[in-house]
């Protein structure tokens, strides 16, 4: 089945320490994106890209870098700058523009301990 | 001023209840509507897509797009335990406009039904 994979599930992050999400998709989709979301705050974009080797910055891509070496995956590490990382990451994708929406996966649930 | 507002509720109603959601926009170029359902713990997944205005009806859920008023609507019928979720609105524009190549979301309603 095509879909969306993201891993891990649950991530676990001490202070100082970059980590790096997962997010692989066998869609064949072009776009792929990085949302973070906090408890009534919803969808917040940290990074997005239309194509493999090219991204762009979200409204919140402080503290966060991406790489897009190929089309099926679209990695996010979460570096020591950002300060407040505690929250669910979700990882989407798109055939090509927003047109006909995204496929989200499942999310990761990161924690600062 | 947020180009997508949305009430967070939380909005508790009981077992066979007509659900009303709404989201409010800004931005006149907004062409494509959708309606996304979120459980807890879970990725999003899209519910309802609407192409400018009109209704949209799919089981129990009808969707509507006012674009002179720039709102649109989810209506659930006969609401079920099982529709107890988050509900978020989502738009974007035609290419050429701001936004192109990125959705748009609201807030997002969390909804409880009771049985």
């Known amino acids: 089945d095509g879909g969306i994979t993201q891993s891990p599930k649950y991530l676990f992050r001490k202070e100082g320490q970059n980590v790096t999400l997962s997010c692989e998709q066998n869609?064949?989709?072009?776009?792929m994106y990085w949302y973070r979301q906090d408890p009534g705050q919803g969808l917040r974009l940290i990074y997005y890209?239309?194509?493999?080797?090219?991204?762009q910055k979200g409204d919140i891509a402080e503290g966060y870098s991406v790489s897009r070496e190929k089309k099926e995956s679209f990695p996010l590490t979460v570096t020591s700058a950002q300060k407040n990382p505690t929250a669910f990451y979700l990882c989407a994708s798109s055939i090509g523009g927003a047109n006909y929406g995204y496929t989200f996966g499942s999310g990761t649930r990161l924690t600062v301990v | 001023q947020k180009e997508v507002e949305q009430d967070p509720g939380p909005l508790s109603v009981p077992e066979g209840a007509i659900v009303s959601l709404n989201c409010t926009y800004s931005n006149s170029a907004f062409q494509y509507f959708m309606w996304y359902r979120q459980y807890s713990r879970k990725g999003p997944e899209l519910l309802m897509y609407t192409y400018s205005s009109g209704n949209k009806e799919d089981g129990r859920f009808t969707a509507q797009v006012d674009k002179s008023s720039k709102y649109i609507s989810l209506f659930i019928r006969d609401s079920q335990p099982s529709d107890s979720a988050t509900y978020l609105c989502?738009?974007?524009?035609?290419?050429?406009?701001?936004?192109?190549?990125?959705?748009?979301f609201g807030q997002g309603t969390t909804l409880q039904v009771k049985p």
């Open positions: 890209s239309q194509i493999v080797n090219d991204f």
């Open positions: 989502a738009m974007t524009g035609v290419l050429g406009s701001s936004n192109t190549g990125k959705l748009i």
């Open positions: 869609l064949n989709h072009d776009a």
